[in-house]
C-alpha cells in the first residue's frame, strides 16, 4: 500500500462519493473519480525511506533535505548557497539536513524561512514555491528538536529549497548533481573528513 501525504479525509470523502455514484449508476463518473483518486493519490505520495544513521560517522555532515537537483551553488556574504529545485513530479518530502533545533520559522511573501540551530553553527533553509504551486507544509515549531534525516513535511508540486551554510563547510555536490533527501551528502565539516 502507498503511503501518501494527503490527509486521511480526503480518501474517505472521494470513496464515500464513488461509492454513492456506483450505487447510482453513474459508471463513467466512477471511474473519472478513480482516476483522479489515483492521479493525485500517486502525486502526493510518500516514498518509504531506509536511512541508516551512524551518529558518530556522520556528525558535521549535511545531507539533502530534499529529492532534486541542484541548480546553483555559490558564495554570499558570509554562507554558502545551495539551491535545489524540487520537479512536481518527484516525491516531496522535507527532511532535517543535520540533527538540530528549530530557531525560528516565518514566512515572508515570497519564501518560507526555517532557521536552524546545530551547536554554534545557524543553517537557514528557504523554501519558494513555484507559481502554480504550493506552499511547504511543514510539521515543526520553534523549540522543537530533530535528528537528521527526519521527515518535517512535504512541499506540494515542489518548488525551491534554498540552503545556506556557514563557509566554513565544505561542499561535496556540484552544479545539475540530482540529489536525494536523507541520502545525499551536501556538506561536510573540513575536520569531520
Not at 66 to 88: A, F
Not at 168 to 180: A, Q, R
Request: proline share 5%.
Amino acid at each position: 500500500m502507498f503511503k501518501s501525504y494527503l490527509p486521511a479525509k480526503y480518501n474517505t470523502w472521494l470513496i464515500i462519493v464513488q461509492f454513492l455514484l456506483l450505487i447510482f449508476g453513474a459508471y463513467r463518473l466512477v471511474l473519472i473519480f478513480f482516476t483522479f483518486h489515483i492521479a493525485v493519490y500517486v502525486l502526493f505520495r510518500r516514498s518509504p525511506n531506509h536511512f541508516r544513521d551512524n551518529p558518530v560517522t556522520t556528525s558535521g555532515v549535511v545531507f539533502s533535505p530534499c529529492n532534486g537537483k541542484i541548480i546553483s551553488i555559490e558564495e554570499v556574504e558570509t554562507s554558502l548557497k545551495i539551491s535545489i529545485s524540487i520537479m512536481p513530479w518527484k516525491e516531496m518530502g522535507l527532511f532535517l539536513p543535520i540533527s538540530s533545533e528549530i530557531k525560528n520559522l516565518w514566512r515572508t511573501g515570497k519564501e518560507v524561512i526555517l532557521e536552524l540551530d546545530t551547536r554554534n553553527n545557524l543553517i537557514e533553509l528557504h523554501f519558494i514555491r513555484r507559481a502554480l504551486g504550493f506552499w511547504p507544509e511543514l510539521i515543526v515549531r520553534a523549540g522543537d528538536k530533530g535528528a537528521r534525516q527526519v521527515n518535517m513535511g512535504f512541499f506540494p508540486l515542489g518548488g525551491v529549497v534554498v540552503l545556506y551554510l556557514p563557509k566554513k563547510y565544505e561542499i561535496l555536490v556540484k552544479n545539475l548533481n540530482e540529489v536525494i533527501s536523507g541520502e545525499t551528502i551536501l556538506a561536510v565539516l573540513p575536520e569531520k573528513l
